[in-house]
């Protein structure tokens, strides 16, 4: 009986100077591909999430702002 496969495979391209750095990074960190764009993508979508966190905050210490400054204005 065999297990099933816990990973999905994504294939892409990079331009070939791209290719060539991460290839040099794969070299310096003794990382696989793989691992190397675990790494990336987790990292991409932890600052993404604090973009969103950020984004969140500002518009809602706008909303704060347009809130006391009715109340002034009454």
Request: charged share 45%; aromatic share 6%.
């Amino acid at each position: 009986m065999t297990t099933p496969r816990r990973s999905k495979t994504i294939t892409f391209s990079l331009p070939p100077e791209m290719e060539a750095q991460v290839r040099s990074v794969m070299k310096e960190d003794d990382l696989s591909v793989s691992e190397l764009l675990r790494q990336a993508i987790r990292l991409f979508m932890e600052e993404r999430e604090w973009r969103r966190w950020e984004r969140l905050e500002w518009l809602r210490s706008r909303q704060n702002e347009q809130e006391d400054k009715r109340r002034r204005d009454r």
